[in-house]
């Protein structure tokens, strides 16, 4: 195939092969590995179609540079499908979701009972018993975590004074949801949470 290119002076003939001889061969040389510019393709293991089965026995390839699946190491843990991880999302975008639920973790600790939906009192749950952890701690990275986390002050200061003495002995489920009568008007289904 011939490509026709047009100059000021006079009209010339490029071809392919006069193009790639005026090219310069690459060779990379190391002092161990030498590669070629010519691409082979790889011989196929067997004629036949062996189906999905991984290819790393021992016993059909003792070497394992002979595997065509390659192994993913991660540690022993798989990673597909986030099945049963999910967040309660309260109907709300991130970022009020997060404050609702400090707002109620706030409230919490400060009341030490509170009427909430069920969901919110399920959710808010887990924030609660990690801050009753970081009390339980008490060094001075965890009081500045719960300080920026729950809303006042003297809430944190009071929660590390306290917590040491009333859960010292627990090893979490520091509170109780106990469910009530449906909310009036959308019979939302209510809960009180209240720390134990």
């Avoid at 004629?47 to 595997?67: E, K, R, V, Y």
């Avoid at 400060?110 to 924030?127: D, E, F, N, P, Q």
Wanted: charged share 20%.
């Amino acid at each position: 195939m011939a490509i026709a290119a047009t100059s000021s002076s006079s009209a010339t003939t490029w071809s392919m092969a006069s193009l790639a001889s005026a090219l310069p061969t690459p060779s990379l040389r190391c002092s161990k590995l030498r590669i070629s510019s010519t691409f082979q393709s790889p011989k196929p293991l067997f004629q036949t179609f062996i189906g999905l089965t991984p290819i790393s026995n021992p016993l059909l390839f003792p070497d394992p540079g002979l595997a065509l699946f390659p192994l993913i190491d991660n540690g022993g843990r798989v990673s597909a499908m986030r099945h049963g991880r999910r967040v309660p999302k309260l109907n709300r975008p991130p970022d009020q979701r997060r404050a609702l639920l400090r707002g109620l973790t706030t409230q919490l600790l400060k009341h030490g009972r509170i009427l909430t939906t069920r969901a919110r009192a399920r959710a808010v749950r887990k924030y609660v018993d990690k801050m009753i952890t970081l009390a339980k701690e008490g060094s001075l990275h965890k009081r500045r975590q719960a300080l920026g986390f729950i809303y006042e002050k003297q809430i944190v200061h009071a929660l590390f004074a306290e917590v040491p003495n009333r859960y010292g002995e627990r090893e979490g489920g520091y509170t109780r949801i106990i469910r009530t009568l449906p909310r009036r008007g959308d019979n939302a289904s209510m809960a009180y949470i209240e720390l134990v």
